[in-house]
């Protein structure tokens, strides 16, 4: 009683007291590792809950506090197997059973963490955090109309839900329901997310003759490259666009007369009447997948890096293995350059560098025979990026900013996608309706970069016999 409500100090006096006249009662050593855990003793709390198990192997409550414990320490393998352990020996309740879907989760286990997470709401249907993490794994798994309708159940238990109406408006996207997607996604971002604000009336689509709209791009590189598109349409209906976004992009959009004024983040905003973001647009103009603008190529550069002549029937190919280090998905949409040597060594190409910074990771490939030509003195931003890729013949690269930066291009472009692709990219096809010129390659199973990397190799050793047999 005395632990269930929150008296710890008192709790573990009692649970001592007891424990010298009975030293190996399994239930009073779960009682105290309990309370030891609570108190930020958890390694002390592990040998008296380890004690209790050995004394009383068939208790579904003791392995569930181990796998409670361990996953505080987030050593969540051993938490995973005291978890199922416990839903063995039948501590079959919807509590058990969502941890156990949340130590599968993060380790990268999204199916049977999701199989979890269907037994707890089938336990107990008004679980809101359960639907949640539900739906997040259904999305992850490519089903986006099935992780919506968890969504929905998520959000009937619980509508103040954010994390779930946040997930379905990103799951709405991913089936490709834009107009409803952009819609939520933009009330989401608005309601909860930190968006910037003016004493300027926030625009809402609405012609504005005469007026002056101030865009701001609050995202991702690749996210601003691919938006940009919607400047045109924003500015039809009013009279004079500023646009404002991270200097890296500032002389390429400039260069690209995207707007009427770009300027950079910190440079003084000149006078505007009224503002919205730049990832707010589609939502405003009520984009869908086929009003998307394909109008190619959208954005342009000067001038062309000129790049050195290549042998007859070499191929000119860039490569982007990774994105931002930054990007909260990273380390799933990333590959190493070593991982590309099939690529390398497939075809008669010459391969150039467009990674931007180059990862510490692949200084020593890079510098060590690699056959990449660098060219990070010529890329000081986005401008000079985009001037390489305008004398390339194709664009390798995985999902990142070059990659938007080539399709918004026009360029030859061929995305690696991960098994849980982006929202932007959809699910199960090789094309895209952003960009006429990409090609997608997507892992046939989650984390699995070989197969695709073998499938680019040999497509590329297709493209070369074809411009070899041109010469």
């Not at 997930?167 to 309601?191: P, T």
């Not at 004024?261 to 405003?284: K, Q, R």
Request: proline letters at 7%; a neutral charge; glycine letters at 6%.
């Amino acid at each position: 009683d005395l632990h269930n409500a929150g008296q710890h100090s008192d709790a573990e006096s009692a649970g001592r007291a007891l424990m010298r006249i009975n030293p190996r009662d399994p239930q009073l050593l779960f009682l105290l590792g309990m309370v030891l855990h609570k108190t930020g003793r958890s390694r002390e709390a592990l040998n008296h809950l380890e004690l209790a198990a050995k004394l009383q192997p068939q208790s579904a409550r003791i392995f569930n506090g181990l796998g409670f414990v361990h996953q505080g320490l987030q050593d969540f393998s051993a938490a995973r197997d005291y978890y199922s352990k416990a839903v063995e020996l039948g501590m079959l309740s919807g509590d058990t059973l969502y941890s156990l879907g949340n130590v599968c989760y993060q380790l990268g286990e999204v199916e049977q963490a999701a199989a979890n997470y269907q037994r707890a709401v089938e336990l107990n249907p008004r679980d809101a955090a359960s639907w949640n993490n539900l739906g997040k794994c259904l999305h992850e798994s490519c089903l986006p109309e099935a992780s919506i309708a968890a969504y929905d159940r998520a959000l009937a238990a619980d509508p103040d839900c954010f994390m779930a109406r946040y997930g379905r408006a990103v799951s709405l996207l991913l089936a490709g329901r834009l107009k409803e997607g952009f819609c939520e996604y933009n009330q989401c971002r608005i309601q909860r997310l930190k968006v910037r604000q003016f004493p300027q009336p926030a625009w809402q689509g609405e012609s504005a003759a005469g007026k002056t709209l101030f865009l701001h791009a609050e995202q991702g590189f690749g996210d601003a490259i691919q938006m940009v598109r919607f400047v045109r349409p924003a500015r039809e209906r009013v009279g004079n666009v500023i646009l404002e976004c991270r200097p890296e992009l500032k002389t390429l959009f400039t260069a690209a007369g995207c707007a009427d004024t770009v300027i950079a983040y910190g440079e003084a905003i000149p006078p505007f009447d009224c503002y919205t973001s730049l990832m707010s647009l589609p939502g405003i103009l009520e984009v869908t997948l086929p009003t998307i603008p394909r109008e190619m190529p959208y954005l342009k550069t000067p001038r062309h890096r000129h790049l050195p002549p290549v042998p007859a029937g070499h191929l000119k190919v860039g490569l982007c293995w990774a994105g931002s280090p930054t990007h909260h998905n990273d380390a799933t949409r990333s590959v190493r350059l070593e991982d590309f040597k099939p690529i390398l060594q497939s075809a008669a190409a010459t391969f150039y560098s467009l990674q931007m910074p180059l990862p510490a990771r692949d200084e020593a490939c890079f510098r060590s025979g690699s056959p990449v030509v660098d060219l990070s003195e010529h890329h000081p931003d986005f401008l000079g990026t985009a001037a390489s890729v305008a004398d390339l013949d194709l664009v390798i690269s995985v999902d990142s900013a070059v990659a938007h930066l080539a399709g918004a291009l026009g360029k030859p472009v061929w995305t690696l996608i991960p098994y849980a692709p982006d929202w932007r990219w959809l699910t199960n096809q090789s094309d895209t309706p952003w960009y006429p010129t990409m090609r997608l390659f997507r892992q046939p199973q989650r984390g699995q970069w070989q197969p695709v990397i073998l499938k680019v190799a040999q497509e590329l050793l297709k493209l070369n016999r074809r411009a070899t047999a041109q010469c």
